[in-house]
């Protein structure tokens, strides 16, 4: 296991990269979906990592606690090779409740990690409604803990999002999330890739 930290590809003010995924109910997601969410939080992540376990309660209680923010899932990660993150396993996941996003998608194609510039998992975008366009406020961290066995003191997703809820301008210092390297197919890595 590698520990990657994210970089940013997208840049504050930049519109969300569409997508057409399969979610764990069987239905099929685009952004229109999200449309009538003032926020986006989308969290490229996956079943098998330990940095991505550790941060399920945290993603769970974000979907729990807004009516008004729409909190997803992408995993996009080689299920051939890990076969944990097959869809099968999410599935599994979402029905014994250790996933309860607003949508767990899957990236078959690893098109939509590269268009967002995914690197780890967990690696989070936040996204506000503007004009009918979703557009990135934030790319970081979800909270102060960066390693897995560690507790966490400051919900720095969720202070932030309360603040984009409440109006405010988010100016914050985007702090680069930790997870495992995304888990491409050979041959399909992205340009940014290391």
Known sequence: MVALDSKDVLERGDEA?????????????TLADFADSEALLVVFTCNHCPYAKAKFDELNDLAASYDDVAVVGINPNDDEEYP?????????????GRVQYDAYLRDESQDVAAAYGAVCTPDPFLFERTNGD????????????????????????????????????????????RGCSVKWRPGNEPDYWE
């Open 17 to 29: 990269p569409d997508f057409e995924l399969r979610g764990t109910d069987g239905e099929t997601y």
């Open 84 to 96: 944990e993150d097959s869809f099968e396993k999410m599935q599994e996941y979402v029905d014994d």
């Open 134 to 177: 979703f557009r990135l406020v934030y790319h970081g961290r979800l909270d102060d803990a960066t390693n897995p066995d560690e507790e966490p003191t400051e919900r720095e997703m969720k202070d932030i999002i309360d603040r984009l809820l409440a109006g405010e301008e988010i100016d914050d210092e985007q702090r680069p999330s």
